[in-house]
T-cell receptor, first 112, second 111 residues
Framework: DTAVSQTPKYLVTQMGNDKSIKCEQN?????MYWYKQDSKKFLKIMFS???????INETVPNRFSPKSPDKAHLNLHINSLELGDSAVYFC???????????FGPGTRLTVL | GESVGLHLPTLSVQEGDNSIINCAYS??????FIWYKQESGKGPQFIVD?????DKRQGQRVTVLLNKTVKHLSLQIAATQPGDSAVYFC??????????FGQGTILTVHP
């Protein structure tokens, strides 16, 4: 069973479009995260939700909007996609804040 | 082979050699560190952790050394295998949950 899953694995789209990435965890964790990894492999946190409440919101353009319908899901919606949004986006979850984080397989977003 | 983190983000070794991956941190109050391994096309995966009350933590082929005086930790992999090829990150997970990753070191193991 996959602990943290993301869909889609690959996403290719045109500039200006709106797209969503979905994440689900079956570990029973309370906390979920979104990270962005650029072409130089640098991983940076974007958002964190704890029990469906937003607790970490880094300096991210407001075109990015996370949504957590329940503790097991954290989706990422991106409006008006730009070339610079091209990256690999990782979802992660942890039992609580500060605990070991488990990462999903990533979604490679390519904006043309 | 040995990396120096930010100044040498790639490390190439021959199969069977020992590898040393280095990481420097800036927050002297950091008391917990995790090493993650990220294989190609996959998400980061927990390898080993170490708390600041320890100087060394040893696994089967993996040893973590922590030098709090110079704020430096290293990941040593003995008898490196092709399956060890990956990007290795050190990370500081503070209680607030905002995990801070280092730049990462790309380890390539040649058969």
């Amino acid at each position: 069973d996959t602990a943290v899953s993301q869909t889609p694995k690959y996403l290719v789209t045109q500039m200006g479009n709106d797209k969503s990435i979905k994440c689900e965890q079956n570990l029973g964790h309370d906390t979920m995260y979104w990270y962005k990894q650029d072409s130089k492999k640098f991983l940076k946190i974007m958002f964190s939700y704890n029990n469906k409440e937003l607790i970490i919101n880094e300096t991210v353009p407001n075109r990015f909007s996370p949504k957590s319908p329940d503790k097991a899901h954290l989706n990422l919606h991106i409006n008006s996609l730009e070339l610079g949004d091209s990256a690999v986006y990782f979802c992660a979850s942890s039992q609580d804040l500060g605990s070991e984080q488990f990462f999903g397989p990533g979604t490679r977003l390519t904006v043309l | 082979g040995e990396s120096v983190g930010l100044h040498l983000p790639t490390l190439s070794v021959q199969e069977g050699d020992n590898s040393i991956i280095n990481c420097a941190y800036s927050n002297s109050a950091s008391d917990y560190f995790i090493w993650y391994k990220q294989e190609s096309g996959k998400g980061p995966q927990f390898i080993v952790d170490i708390r600041s009350n320890m100087d060394k933590r040893q696994g089967q082929r993996v040893t973590v050394l922590l030098n709090k005086t110079v704020k430096h930790l290293s990941l040593q992999i003995a008898a490196t295998q092709p399956g060890d090829s990956a990007v290795y990150f050190c990370a500081e997970p503070p209680p607030g949950g905002k995990l801070t990753f280092g730049q990462g070191t790309i380890l390539t193991v040649h058969p």
